[in-house]
């Protein structure tokens, strides 16, 4: 029968006691190791990518009790989003997660009579905040309440309140998501303000929509600065109008003929000259013939402010001056013309007539 020895434990162990082991990478020879030695190698192998502990505002860290012991944040009041991407820990706030609290502070007054406490129930003298000062108070009263030093008066900045007290509670808003337009219904028949272009041009006339005709869809121009009137028996016919909401109505009567759409960029002047351009010669010995209209502004012969426009910018075109002619390419400009000058189209400066 074999022999079991028994030994008795040993009391408080400093690290210098021995224990025999097989070293099974020697051929299973006897060894010693300390208890330190041990220890040392589990702190080197099991441990080395861990914290022991974590401090917080909190009096007692987190300890890791264990070589594979959790550690679980989280938010009481569900006002902080915490996640993470592998080792990277995020912690958002706000839209990421749920909103602080909010409260509102309520002035109050007391009945002299009753000593009961009145809580003001006028909205503009309510204070909104979600400062954390309120969280121990709410739903509560509050006194000697102060901003930055200076007692709070719900009517501005002061040295002194008629108020000595508050009452404050959370507070939850609500609300739908809307639109300009469903908020501000738009009058049914709103006044509108017809100006004309241009500093000689007639005064401008406000008034009512329905005291305006014109053509299908003219209501599209009313605040588009992209397209503009024209009214051959209003405002001395001049050309373009601008149409604007708001002004006070005059009762007058106005027949719109014509809505022009530009193209950007968008103005009375470039629907006043549609048609001016200045010029870039083609290549060759131009005659000295051209030199007066070279650098100036010109526009076709016998064009009128009021016809369409046959020529847009980048046209090539051949100019008959003075008994000579020349192709250019234009490049249209919304100011007045200076000179008018026989223009046609052509394909391009390659062109057999250039």
Not at 105 to 123: A, H, L, S
Not at 251 to 259: P, S, W
Not at 315 to 333: A, H, M, P, Q, R
């Amino acid at each position: 029968m074999a022999i079991i020895y028994t030994y008795p434990p040993v009391k408080d162990p400093d690290g210098t006691e021995l224990i025999v082991v097989s070293e099974t990478k020697n051929k299973n020879s006897t060894r010693l190791i300390t208890l330190a030695g041990i220890c040392e190698f589990c702190d080197e192998t099991s441990c080395d990518h861990s914290f022991r502990y974590i401090q917080t505002s909190s009096p007692t860290p987190a300890e890791a009790v264990g070589c594979n012991d959790g550690l679980i944040l989280t938010s009481s009041d569900a006002s902080v989003t915490i996640t993470n991407t592998g080792n990277t820990i995020d912690f958002k706030a706000g839209s990421g997660g749920s909103c602080p609290t909010s409260y509102v502070i309520k002035p109050v007054t007391c009945d002299k009579d009753t000593g009961d406490c009145i809580i003001i129930d006028k909205q503009e003298n309510w204070l909104y905040s979600s400062d954390c000062f309120f969280a121990d108070y709410a739903p509560g009263y509050i006194k000697d309440f102060t901003v930055n030093g200076n007692p709070y008066s719900p009517t501005g900045p002061s040295t002194e309140s008629d108020y000595t007290c508050f009452y404050v509670e959370e507070v939850v808003f609500g609300g739908t998501a809307s639109t300009c337009e469903i908020c501000c219904d738009p009058p049914e028949d709103p006044v509108i303000t017809i100006t004309p272009c241009g500093a000689a041009a007639p005064g401008p006339i406000s008034t009512l929509q329905s005291n305006v005709t014109g053509p299908a869809g003219w209501e599209s121009a009313i605040d588009n600065p992209c397209e503009l009137a024209y009214s051959a028996g209003s405002f001395d016919g001049w050309p373009c109008l601008t149409i604007t909401l708001g002004g006070i109505d005059t009762g007058t009567l106005v027949t719109l003929d014509e809505i022009k759409t530009q193209a950007e960029p968008c103005d009375c002047a470039c629907c006043l000259y549609p048609c001016s351009f200045t010029l870039t010669p083609c290549p060759g010995d131009i005659p000295s013939t051209f030199d007066p209209i070279v650098g100036s502004v010109v526009t076709p012969d016998g064009w009128s402010i009021i016809d369409p426009c046959d020529y847009n910018d980048g046209d090539t075109v051949v100019i008959e001056f003075e008994g000579d002619t020349w192709c250019f390419t234009l490049s249209k400009v919304c100011v007045e013309g200076e000179v008018t000058v026989n223009m046609s189209a052509v394909i391009g400066c390659e062109d057999e007539e250039c």
